[in-house]
């Protein structure tokens, strides 16, 4: 199994640009997320899906949307690139029984928007 | 929603001291607890967690973590740390009939060899 895959693993993009981050899994898991993580800051959820066709807004949803139209991908789109979305973004998947199961991560997508 | 603590930002120890990293959290019901670690360059993964039974959890690499009801705590403990465990460590917490998971802002340990 390749576990969870995220693509591009680097992007700079200019302000208002429009781009889409891929992620996929393998595992057959129900539960995708989507976070992005700043320093000193840890972990803030952006989006998550809880199945196809299903997906639900976190902590920091604006400026992104999701779509989950099969089980194995749920790419994230930011719409109008801004500086304060330069962070690194990571996906994130698990079964999905019962919340104590283990979330598995992909490597992550460094974004710089300048 | 839930929320999480963790108390240090960074801590710098040397080679066979114990570690202790503190993680709090707020949410009245019943959760899942986690430690995930993030070693340079790499992604995070599990260490530890706890759902139900014995409090006293023990994971990967020798750590184990203590899930103190009382306090909201589960801090995570070492007895002998290793130039290997340098890394940034995260508490995450997943309440029972929520979907989402909650993240500290994470501990940078620093390991002098």
């Not at chain 1, 196809?52 to 719409?79: C, M, Q, W």
């Not at chain 2, 570690?19 to 959290?25: I, R």
């Not at chain 2, 306090?71 to 940034?88: C, G, H, I, M, Y």
Request: aromatic content about 12%; glycine content about 10%; some cysteine.
């Amino acid at each position: 199994n390749a576990g969870v895959t995220q693509t591009p693993k680097f992007r700079i993009l200019k302000i208002g640009q429009s781009m889409t981050l891929q992620c996929a899994q393998d595992m057959n898991h129900n539960y995708m997320y989507w976070y992005r993580q700043d320093p000193g800051m840890g972990l803030k959820l952006i989006y998550y899906s809880v199945g196809a066709g299903i997906t639900d807004k976190g902590e920091v949803p604006n400026g992104y949307n999701v779509s989950r139209s099969t089980t194995e991908d749920f790419p994230l789109r930011l719409e109008l690139a801004a500086p304060s979305q330069t962070s690194v973004y990571f996906c994130a998947s698990r079964v999905g029984v019962g919340g104590s199961d283990t979330q598995y991560f992909g490597p992550g997508t460094r974004l710089t928007v300048l | 929603a839930q929320s999480v603590s963790q108390h240090n930002h960074h801590v710098i120890l040397s080679e066979a001291a114990s570690l202790e990293l503190g993680c709090n959290y707020s949410y009245g019901g019943t959760v899942n607890l986690f430690w995930y670690v993030q070693y340079p360059g790499q992604h995070l993964q599990l260490l530890l967690k706890y759902f139900s039974g014995d409090p006293l959890v023990k994971g990967i690499k020798g750590f184990e973590a203590e899930f103190i009801k009382s306090k909201f705590s589960f801090n995570l403990r070492k007895p002998s740390v290793q130039w290997s465990d340098t890394a940034e460590y995260f508490c995450a917490v997943n309440a029972r009939n929520n979907n989402d998971m909650r993240f500290g802002a994470g501990t940078r340990l620093t390991v002098k060899p």
